[in-house]
């Protein structure tokens, strides 16, 4: 994906998009507008905000930042990545409506598309995206959505998004993109053909374990519209001191992401070297399987990896106690490396048939690496197989 001559470079954007000085103070920083009502001029007259439940000056900077850096018009950003994902099906579906949706997806996806939507007579087929022949094969005269993550959580499966484009064009059935793992930095879904990309912003935009926000970007400005007033109408808008701190993390969002790649390289080839560790995927691995695709797909590759050790779950979990620098939680994206057990954790909820059949066992540990230095991450993990050994 080449960058045009007119547009400048994510750096750039991730510091100055959606920002100026404020108007009556020239505070350099946009202010934290801790607010829930706005004065008007007059009855009937327009002004840019009236209630902080529909927009928010803050809000809004980081929506113009956001969108910005896929060449879109501002995000509509939400209180999480669920909301996000929530809201566009609402506004994509209707009762009898039928999805497709890569069976290597966030958990929370899965539930509340077998747990909630499903009532709702919305049905969802689950397949291996990275096959577009797949996802066409389960078309139905309902289907009005193809929803795909790429890189999936969390095995790192790739779909190839200029087939799924290629396949959303020909169809007209649209194509969202969840591109949390790599940003619109790493990777421009819009480009590709997709007509909305989704972010938890909780994850590498934030960058700090600081907040829980979403957005989704989109060219079609029909469509924002409809997502702004479903989430004006369910209450489901960020709060401006989270978009606060997530300006701040957009900022260094490229100048991480270079780190994060390099530091989850280094550790995946460290990893390789280690007699206790059975398998490791990472995209920018000569052995990844969809190497070439990550080549063509990705500017770089990111800082998620997985990996197994001897010994299956039981050895997994004695592992993970005797880590120092890689803490056990459940988030990602963030300067300090996590490791997540999937299974019990970010997929606890989907069924055990489904995590299965995707690759997600008991023994499988899911690590976002930080910006450490990777040969202190790597004696970390090493003295921890060491004495979860003994």
Not at 282 to 303: E, K, S
Not at 335 to 362: C, N, Y
Request: hydrophobic share 40%; net charge negative; glycine share 8%.
């Amino acid at each position: 994906m080449q960058q045009t001559e007119s547009r400048q470079a994510a750096s750039t954007l991730a510091i100055h998009a959606g920002r100026r000085p404020d108007p009556a103070t020239g505070a350099l920083l946009t202010p934290i507008y801790q607010s829930t009502t706005y004065a008007q001029p007059g009855v009937g007259e327009d002004c840019p905000h009236t209630y902080s439940r529909d927009t928010n000056p803050t809000v809004s900077a980081l929506e113009g930042a956001l969108g910005a850096l896929e060449d879109a018009p501002p995000a509509v950003c939400f209180s999480s990545g669920m909301a996000a994902i929530a809201a566009l099906l609402l506004e994509s579906l209707r009762c009898g409506d039928h999805v497709v949706v890569s069976e290597v997806v966030y958990g929370g996806t899965v539930r509340l598309l077998r747990d909630i939507l499903a009532d709702f007579d919305i049905a969802a087929s689950f397949v291996d995206a990275s096959d577009p022949r797949r996802v066409a094969a389960e078309f139905t005269e309902r289907t009005r959505l193809i929803l795909v993550e790429t890189p999936g959580n969390p095995t790192l499966r790739l779909c190839d998004l200029d087939a799924l484009g290629e396949l959303s064009r020909s169809t007209g059935v649209p194509l969202a993109v969840d591109n949390t793992f790599l940003t619109p930095v790493l990777q421009r879904p819009l480009d590709a053909g997709a007509e909305v990309s989704i972010y938890s912003t909780t994850k590498f935009i934030d960058g700090h374990n600081a907040t829980v926000g979403g957005a989704l970007i989109s060219r079609d400005e029909e469509r924002l519209a409809r997502l702004r007033r479903i989430r004006k109408s369910v209450g489901s808008i960020q709060a401006p001191h989270d978009a606060w701190l997530t300006l701040q993390g957009l900022k260094t969002l490229p100048l991480r992401l270079e780190r994060h790649s390099s530091n989850a390289h280094a550790l995946a080839l460290g990893l390789q070297q280690l007699p206790e560790v059975e398998h490791v995927v990472y995209p920018g691995l000569v052995d990844f399987p969809q190497h070439d695709l990550a080549r063509r797909q990705h500017t770089l590759h990111g800082g998620m990896l997985t990996f197994r050790i001897r010994g299956g779950a039981e050895a997994a979990r004695r592992f993970v106690r005797e880590l120092r620098l890689c803490t056990l939680a459940e988030n990602l994206g963030a300067v300090e490396s996590l490791v997540t057990h999937p299974a019990t954790m970010t997929h606890g909820d989907v069924p055990a048939a489904q995590r299965a059949a995707v690759g997600i066992d008991d023994g499988l540990l899911r690590l976002s690496v930080g910006l450490e230095q990777p040969e202190d991450l790597l004696a970390d993990i090493r003295t921890a197989l060491e004495r979860s050994a003994s």
